[in-house]
T-cell receptor, first 113, second 112 residues
Framework: ETGVTQSPTHLIKTRGQQVTLRCSSQ?????VSWYQQALGQGPQFIFQ???????GRGNFPPRFSGLQFPNYSSELNVNALELDDSALYLC????????????FGPGTRLLVL | DAKTTQPTSMDCAEGRAANLPCNHS???????VYWYRQIHSQGPQYIIH???NNETNEMASLIITEDRKSSTLILPHATLRDTAVYYC?????????????FGTGTRLTIIP
């Protein structure tokens, strides 16, 4: 069974640029959640996708957007990057909604200069 | 989701049991207690979760008090690889409660 994978592992961008991060969910999982973790903080929920539809969103501006594909993999897109967007971006997959356990990938570390 | 309170940091000797407490006094009847840990710069790792009864798996045991207002995660024989930040999270079971709300967790250091 393949776990959650994310790419790239590290990324450096400059302010104002756009970035796309990718996540492949664990085999059989149809739900993907994205989290942002700033240095020294706990992860913060960005949004969740279930069967290609957004299913809940945290307190993040519209320049954070996402997609889920028919194979349940997902992308997180961030436009107009700001310095404060520098963080570890985590993807978690689960089997369905409700109380299903979320399993996390290793994350993508984004640095915005 | 109910809020949780955890000590900021704890130390434990290698080979001893590590007992990590968590207070969740506002937990409601259909909310689960989840534990995750995060080893430096890696993604959070699921450990265990429970609703009312005590739970045990190959990683840890979860003891939930009868009134469900607090719980304790027990790592029975701590090793150096258990050094991590441990997060206690309370999460609803209903649709619409899918997000995990992380606090700042407990930084557990295993001492050789």
């Amino acid at each position: 069974e393949t776990g959650v994978t994310q790419s790239p592992t590290h990324l450096i961008k400059t302010r104002g640029q756009q970035v796309t991060l990718r996540c492949s969910s664990q085999s059989g999982h149809n739900t993907v959640s994205w989290y942002q973790q700033a240095l020294g903080q706990g992860p913060q929920f960005i949004f969740q996708y279930y069967r290609e539809e957004e299913n809940g969103r945290g307190n993040f501006p519209p320049r954070f957007s996402g997609l889920q594909f028919p194979n349940y993999s997902s992308e997180l897109n961030v436009n107009a990057l700001e310095l404060d967007d520098s963080a570890l971006y985590l993807c978690a997959s689960s089997l369905g909604l409700g109380s299903e356990t979320q399993y996390f990938g290793p994350g993508t570390r984004l640095l915005v200069l | 989701d109910a809020k949780t309170t955890q000590p900021t940091s704890m130390d434990c000797a290698e080979g001893r049991a590590a007992n990590l407490p968590c207070n969740h006094s506002t937990i409601s009847g259909n909310e689960y207690v989840y534990w995750y840990r995060q080893i430096h710069s890696q993604g959070p790792q699921y450990i265990i979760h429970g609703l009312k009864n005590n739970e045990t798996n190959e990683m840890a045991s979860l003891i939930i008090t009868e009134d469900r207002k607090s719980s304790t995660l027990i790592l029975p024989h701590a090793t150096l690889r258990d050094t991590a930040v441990y997060y206690c999270i309370v999460r609803g079971a209903n649709f619409g409660n899918e997000k995990l709300t992380f606090g700042t967790g407990t930084r557990l250091t295993i001492i050789p």
